[in-house]
C-alpha cells in the first residue's frame, strides 16, 4: 500500500482529520466519528458516546456553549499552565477498540504522554488545533478508500429498482465474493463502520 507522502509525519505517521459524525449503525445509544486521511482517500470510522459526540460536534459547528464544556476546561487548564498539546497519536487498534496517546511540553521542555480514550482525544485536539495522527498499518487495517464512480448511462434495457435501499443477507453466511461486493456497496453509501464490521468478518474468515 502507498500513501501520500504530504499526508506523512517524519516518522512515517499518517495525518488525519475530522471528516464529519453520524448515528452509530451498529452500536445504539452511539455515534461514529469519522476520520479522514489529510491529503488522501482513506476514511477510518471511530464508534464513540454520546456525550463525546456532542462535544465534537458543537466544536465542528461553531457552536460556544453558555459555560464551558469539560473538553473546553482541560484545554483551557492546559493553556493557562504553559502546557501545550502536541500531537494526538491513535497508536493500537485492538479488539475492534482505538487506543490513542496525547503528548503534552511544558514551557521547559518537558514531554509527557498520556494514554486517553480516542473520542476525548480528538475532542481535546479540536479545541487546541492540534494534530492527529495514526500508523499506516491501523490504516489500512480499519481504513477504506472513497472511490468516486460515474453513473451509468440511462439504458431502455436496464430494469429500474423501485425499492428504497436493499437487504443484506447474514453477512456470516456469505462467501468472500459476496462479503466484498457487501462492503464495497456500504463504502458507496459512506456507511463506514457497518463496512468495517463486513472487513473484519472477512478477515476472519481468510
Do not use: W
Not at 459476496?178 to 458507496?188: K, V
Request: some cysteine; charged content about 30%.
Amino acid at each position: 500500500m502507498e500513501y501520500n507522502n504530504e499526508s506523512s509525519g517524519h516518522d512515517g505517521r499518517i495525518r488525519l482529520r475530522v471528516l464529519g459524525i453520524s448515528y452509530s449503525q451498529i452500536q445504539s445509544g452511539a455515534y461514529a466519528l469519522i476520520l479522514a486521511q489529510v491529503d488522501g482517500p482513506y476514511r477510518i470510522p471511530v464508534v464513540v458516546g454520546a456525550a463525546e459526540a456532542q462535544s465534537i460536534a458543537i466544536k465542528m459547528e461553531g457552536i460556544i456553549p453558555p459555560r464551558p464544556m469539560t473538553h473546553d476546561l482541560f484545554a483551557t487548564l492546559s493553556q493557562a499552565y504553559g502546557i501545550e498539546l502536541k500531537d494526538v497519536f491513535i497508536h493500537r487498534f485492538e479488539d475492534g477498540i482505538f487506543s490513542s496517546e496525547l503528548t503534552f511540553e511544558d514551557k521547559n521542555g518537558v514531554e509527557v504522554k498520556l494514554d486517553a480514550r480516542t473520542s476525548d482525544a480528538i475532542a481535546i485536539a479540536m479545541r487546541t488545533q492540534t494534530p492527529i495522527f495514526t500508523t499506516p498499518e491501523i490504516l489500512e487495517e480499519t481504513g477504506f478508500i472513497m472511490e468516486i464512480k460515474e453513473a451509468p448511462a440511462p439504458d431502455s434495457d436496464t430494469e429500474v429498482s423501485t425499492e428504497d435501499g436493499f437487504n443484506d443477507p447474514d453477512p456470516e453466511n456469505c462467501s468472500i465474493e459476496e462479503l466484498e461486493e457487501l462492503m464495497a456497496r456500504h463504502i458507496e453509501n459512506e456507511e463506514y463502520e457497518e463496512a468495517a464490521r463486513i472487513k473484519a468478518i472477512i478477515a476472519s474468515k481468510k
